[in-house]
Structures are given as C-alpha cells and as structure tokens.
C-alpha cells in the first residue's frame, strides 16, 4: 500500500577527530547522539524516539556486547519489536537499510533506526596506555543476526600474505591495469586522476576525516609522507579506519511519517536495493580478478528494482576503500572513470574515512541532505565486503516512483556473466613447473623497503592455479615494481612449505 513506502525521515553523523581517552563517547553514546540529531533532522525532536520499533546496527570492530540494538534501545527510551545485528562487512550498513524497508514495506515495522559507529581511534589509545575502556555489554538476550558469515581469506590464501584488504585489493588493482593495456606510468597517473576529486569532496565535507585537497600527483606519486603500502598503493590510496566516527538514519513508513508530523520536504524515498555475494567466495578460486560479476549484477538489480536508468542517476557514492573498487564499479557498470557525475559524495574512505562496517550509513546521510538540498533528483549508493565479495547498493529519490513490492531487494537475471568459467578455479598446492603470471604485489614494510612479493597465476602445463611469494631479495622486488609482471612467465617451485615464484 502506499502508506507503507519507506522514507528516509532523519539523518546524522559525527566524526570526533580529536578525540581522547577521557573525551571519546563509547559506541552506545555514539549511537544515542546520531539516533538523537537523527530526529532532530526529522524535524520533530527526540520524542519520536519512542515510536521506534526496529533498531539494525552495523557490527562494531571491538565492541562485544551481545545484544548492541537493546542497548541502544533502552538508551533512547524505544521498545523495539525487531532488533538487528549484522556480520562483518562494508556492503552491510547499506544491507541492513534495504532490510529494514523491507520490514516497512511487508507491514512489519513502521519506524526503524539504522546505524553504526566505529572506535577505532579510542580502541588504539587506549592500548597505548593500558587503559580500560568500560564500554557497555548488556545482557545475554542476542538479536537477529544479519548478513553472510564466512572467513574472507582461505587457507593458501593467509599461506602467502594475502589475509588483509591491503594487500589483497592490489592484486585486483594490478589486473584491472593489465586488462586495459595501461603501462605502469599511465597507470600511476590514472589512480590519483581518479581519487583527486575525492580529495576535493573531503575538503568540503566537515565529517570527513582528512578534510585536505591533494593532487592526483601527491596521491599516487612514492613521498617522504606517502609511503608504498603494497604496490601500487602508496599510503594516500588506503582507506583509513582509525577513526571515530557515527552516522544513522531514521526510515518510518509513509503512514508513519505523517502522523509524526515529518514536514514533506523532508522526506527522501527508499526506491529500491539489492544485495549479492561472488560466487566463487574465495578470491583465489576466481576466474577473473577484472571482472566482479556478483556486483555488476548487484547494481543493475537495484536500478532495475527502482524502476530507474543508471543514466537518471545524478548522485553516486560507490564503496571506495582502494582505487580498485571504484574502477571495478565503473568497467562493471560501463562507465568512464571521469564521469562528470563523480563517484563520491562524502570523500571516500581513505580521506571521509573509513568506519569499519558502517560506512555506507555516511554515504546514506550525506546522500539524503544532497537530496534534500536538491543537489539532484536520483542517488546510487554502493557497499562492498571482504574483497569485492559481498556486494549491497540502495537507492534515493526525491520521488517516490513506482509503488514497490516486497521483497524489493532481491537481486534479478544480468547480463553479469564472466567472460571465463565461472565454476571455481582448481589450486595447485604444491606447485612446480613454469607459471604464467595472472596478478601480483609486492608488500612494504613500515619503513617503505620491500619485503615480500605475492603472486598469482596459471601452471603452464595443467592451467591450474598457484599462489606463490617471491624471494625476500630488496632488488628482485624493486626490480618488479618497474615493469609490467602480468603475462610473463617464471619457475614455481614449492618450497620449505610455500610455492615460491622466480621471474624468468
């Protein structure tokens, strides 16, 4: 019916940059003030608070309390029906908001809090200095559980170092490149190209983390200040979560916002949303480190959802903790990389900042007060989990579109077909022979030397996969950094337990 259309009523977030260990709000108070400006920005006041009857919370990266949303509930004074908690993962705070107008729109809920927060910053000094946070537990009485659970790194995967988004984003950043015929120069150019104008949103955003403008030369070019992480990331291309940061938002049915006496200019509408995982799950078993079928069909499901053309779309913030899961957005989504709409409304995570699993609830805010101010008409909003593995995008407007129907989320038929087998690629443990490299990164230490190379590839012989290192030798890896690695062939031996791999 159409008094259940979700709309987005109230948003907030909060950055605390200059927290400390006696100022720093714990995650229930965190919550409590963006629930509270949430409904501030409702125009109506705290008092709604009450009237909540679903609460859904990102995971948050420290925090072990068993039940987050009672808490939270019992802070705001609401006695929720529904209280939700998710799994770990950037495509979740962006899931939880399609879950929770599914809820409104099967009749289920009327007015529900989403959020989350990160504390990170408090966490770290407070290991500094030995010194007990005291945050909140609660009971033993546990919430819906939300979202998919399961470990991002497999076993031959953690074998060679690739266990962290650091050095796993590379391999899809060093594919991209070699799929676009781009040599290491153009390349270099291409991902301060693309992340110079996030630099130019941060500035102007006053939650984001890094508000400081910086060249596409002082992003991607090896600095005194920007160090290489895992090539061919210097430090300005890596998302950063040490931070202290909150943001929600309030979604009422349509009914529900006009009895609360929500002012209709402040109402954005939740059009659509979808959410979908790789499949294969783990990134070695992938037959394509340039292709993410899983989120090509991820996105088109929800414009298709909302009954819009990605061409209608003035607004879009896709989840961009590296330079590669943006362009990956774009190739899947056929666009150019200068697009004049942009890709960021907040300034991105490495310089918005990146809050553990809730950032998307800071595209969601920022998006909603864009709209509000008519910034445009239409927004696209993207999550991304593990490594480009689970996949979330939502859609805002002005208006309210066709009437949905649940569940609204759910992900259609695409044309997100790999241009290879799309069955799991079978792994040579023990590997030998000569091997033909797929993608590939050399790992830096804290004072910028190379460390570790990280390669994989194809056994010439069988086609089967290997995942290797390289000798720990500072010039090999130097050397690598230099020409294009991709496509050559080597020697793959196992050795002392690990497949090492040897340029030819």
């Known amino acids: 019916m159409d008094s259940q259309r979700p709309i987005l009523i109230g948003v907030a977030q ?113 290991r500094k200095t030995g010194a007990d946070l005291d945050w909140p537990m609660g009971d033993n009485v546990l919430p819906e559980i939300f979202g998919t659970d399961s470990p991002g790194n497999s076993e031959a995967e953690n074998a060679v170092g690739l266990s962290m988004p650091i050095q796993v984003y590379p391999i899809f950043e060093n594919a991209l490149r070699a799929s676009r015929g781009q040599t290491l120069d153009e390349h270099r150019d ?88 790789e499949d294969p799950w783990f990134l070695s078993e992938r037959p394509s480190y340039f292709e993410s079928p899983a989120m090509r069909s991820c996105h088109e499901s929800a414009l298709a959802n909302s009954g819009l053309d990605l061409d209608e779309i003035e607004l879009l913030d896709f989840y961009s903790c590296f330079p590669s899961a943006v362009s990956m957005a774009c190739e899947m989504l056929g666009l150019s990389q200068d697009d004049p709409r942009g890709f960021t409304r907040t300034g991105g995570l490495p310089y918005a900042g990146g809050p553990g699993n809730s950032y ?10 864009d709209l509000r101010e008519k910034t445009g008409e239409h927004a696209l909003l993207t999550g991304n989990g593990w490594y480009l593995t689970k996949h979330s995008a939502t859609i805002l407007s002005r208006h309210s579109g066709p009437l949905p129907s649940p569940p609204n989320t759910k992900p259609i038929d695409s044309s997100a077909q790999s241009k290879w087998s799309t069955g799991p690629v079978q792994i040579e443990p023990e590997a030998n022979g000569v091997g033909i490299v797929e993608s590939y990164t050399i790992v830096h230490g804290r004072d910028g030397a190379p460390e570790r190379g990280i390669v994989i590839g194809r056994l010439e012989e069988s086609n089967r996969r290997f995942l290797a290192n390289t000798p720990a030798d500072p010039r090999l890896l130097a050397d690598l950094e230099k020409t294009e690695l991709i496509g050559t062939q080597g020697h793959v031996q196992f050795e002392s337990g690990v497949n090492l791999y040897r340029p030819a």
């Not at 943001?247 to 009914?255: C, V």
């Not at 998307?360 to 007060?369: C, K, R, Y």
Request: hydrophobic share 45%.
């Open 14 to 126: 909060f950055s605390d940059r200059d927290a400390t260990l006696d100022s720093s709000l714990n995650p229930v108070e965190m919550l409590k003030r963006i629930a509270g400006e949430a409904a501030e920005s409702a125009g109506c006041g705290p008092g709604l608070l009450s009237s909540v009857d679903t609460i859904a919370l990102a995971s948050v990266m420290g925090w072990k309390a068993k039940n987050p949303p009672q808490l939270l509930a019992d802070a705001i004074g609401a006695k929720p029906r529904n209280t939700i908690s998710s799994h770990v993962g950037g495509e979740t705070a962006l899931a939880l908001t399609n879950r929770v107008a599914e809820k409104i729109i099967a009749g289920e809920s009327e007015l529900g809090f989403v959020g989350g927060c990160n504390n990170i910053r408090s966490l770290l000094l407070a």
């Open 190 to 277: 291409s991902m301060g190209n693309l992340f110079h104008p996030f630099t130019t949103v941060a500035a102007a955003n006053p939650h984001a983390w890094f508000p400081t403008e910086r060249s596409a030369r002082e992003l991607s070019e090896v600095s005194a200040h920007n160090r290489m992480i895992c090539f061919p990331y210097p430090k300005y291309l890596n998302a950063v979560m040490t931070t202290d940061q909150a943001a929600g938002a309030l979604i009422a049915s349509q009914a529900m916002a006009r009895k609360l006496g929500v002012p209709e200019e402040n109402w954005i509408y939740w059009r659509a949303g979808a959410h979908e995982v």
């Open 360 to 369: 998307g609830f800071h595209s969601l805010a920022t998006a909603v007060q």
